[in-house]
């Protein structure tokens, strides 16, 4: 394989990935009606979300539920929203991104054992 092809085919997954991880958002924050709900917010609203996110997984009781709300914090204050709002947008991401991952996995004929990895 030629080096145009090798970089060819990393973009190709790199889109792929970032459409995969931004869609779910872009869709939560459509129906959340926030105010900035584009492909760059979306982005920047998953880096704080998750930076957010492995600061409450370190607290040690209730890590889990801290690093949720944290995380919906982080989504109401980057895509301009309240913060029910923001639970929302939390919330509709995962069912969306579970929903886009049984999608693909439907899509290109994988077993389902696939859905079984995480």
Do not use: D
């Not at 970089?7 to 190709?12: G, I, K, Q």
């Not at 939390?90 to 899509?107: D, K, M, N, R």
């Amino acid at each position: 394989m030629n080096f145009l092809a090798a970089v060819l085919v990393l973009m190709a997954v790199l889109t792929v990935s970032i459409f995969i991880l931004i869609f779910p958002l872009h869709l939560a924050a459509k129906a959340m009606n926030a105010e900035r709900n584009g492909v760059g917010w979306c982005l920047l609203g998953l880096f704080g979300a998750s930076f957010m996110q492995a600061l409450g997984t370190a607290v040690p009781i209730y890590g889990n539920i801290v690093a949720f709300l944290l995380s919906a914090t982080a989504f109401a204050g980057i895509l301009g929203t309240s913060f029910l709002r923001g639970l929302g947008i939390a919330v509709l991401h995962i069912i969306f991104s579970v929903l886009l991952l049984v999608g693909v996995v439907l899509i290109f004929g994988l077993g389902a054992g696939t859905l079984t990895c995480f």
